[in-house]
Nanobody
């Protein structure tokens, strides 16, 4: 079992930056792919980014490419999402996720952290 706890959300203005963190419990973190998803009110949960166990491979949703960067520190059991040039449409609850592979990164979920971008 893997438990995920996100932090770093908040209220920012358009154009600002924000970094989300997700700390994972369990010794399997360093072998798991990790990812971020988001869900805005009234919309389906959307893929944001994923990273493989080594950090050597990443994947991004089209709407965040070039603005968001996912990274991980296996020594700290932590995955990060650096969000730059934020837009009002980035407003959502952001969820950390993890799983054995990048295709199954949505196996475990955190509780979510709210990000609100004002115009």
């Amino acid at each position: 079992q893997v438990q995920l706890v996100e932090s770093g959300g908040g209220l920012v203005q358009a154009g600002d930056s924000l970094r989300l963190s997700c700390v994972a419990s369990g010794r399997t973190f360093s072998t798991y792919a990790m990812g971020w998803f988001r869900q805005a009110p009234g919309k389906e949960r959307q893929f944001v980014a994923a990273i493989d166990w080594s950090g050597g491979r990443t994947s991004y949703g089209d709407s965040v490419k070039g603005r968001f960067t996912i990274s991980r520190d296996n020594a700290k059991n932590t995955v990060y999402l650096q969000m730059n040039s934020l837009k009002p449409e980035d407003t959502a609850v952001y969820y950390c996720a993890g799983g054995p592979t990048m295709l199954t990164v949505n196996t475990y979920w955190g509780q979510g952290t709210q990000v609100t971008v004002s115009s």
